[in-house]
């Protein structure tokens, strides 16, 4: 594969990574106040509603989207979104997933897209943000958490 197709591909992978290609965006903002997800499922036409807690430290909302898609926030004993998870046909809107976070996420992103090759899975790891995504066509899944807001003893491999 010649150097100019390989600097492509890595450039519009990181225009796609970058961009948030969204269906529709999503609200519940990362490290923000409980108080963002309530109207998540009206900005999003979609049914929200709290399942049962983890553990007495974690609360777990869910956004149930129209096309079966789903988007789950996670809530800390202070009411304070530790970690967003999703599985969704379309690329979720990162930038307002992950609120403040988003400026660091896209600049790991940017540096993450620059070696070579086609990324069909990203652990970025920046200061106290995680995000961990993966997808293909129809199917996007992944996660987003701030280490320092999770409760102890809470695995997050566990959160999906």
Do not use: C
Not at 10 to 21: E, F, K, M, Q, Y
Not at 30 to 37: F, N
Not at 58 to 87: C, K, M, P, Q
Not at 100 to 114: G, I, L, T, V
């Amino acid at each position: 594969m010649s150097g100019v197709v390989r600097d492509f591909r890595a450039r519009a992978g990181v225009l796609l990574l970058a961009s948030g290609l969204a269906a529709a965006p999503a609200h519940a903002v990362l490290g923000g106040d409980a108080s963002t997800i309530a109207g998540d499922g009206a900005r999003l036409n979609a049914t929200r509603h709290q399942v049962a807690p983890l553990s007495t430290q974690v609360g777990s909302h869910v956004i149930t989207l129209a096309d079966g898609s789903s988007i789950r926030e996670y809530t800390n004993a202070g009411g304070i979104v530790f970690a967003v998870a999703w599985s969704t046909r379309f690329k979720p809107d990162l930038t307002a997933l992950l609120g403040q976070h988003a400026p660091a996420y896209a600049a790991a992103a940017s540096e993450a897209m620059k070696a070579p090759g086609i990324r069909r899975q990203v652990d970025l790891r920046r200061g106290d943000l995680i995000v961990q995504s993966a997808g293909r066509m129809n199917a996007f899944v992944g996660k987003a958490w701030l280490r320092s807001l999770v409760p102890e003893g809470v695995d997050v491999d566990a959160l999906r």
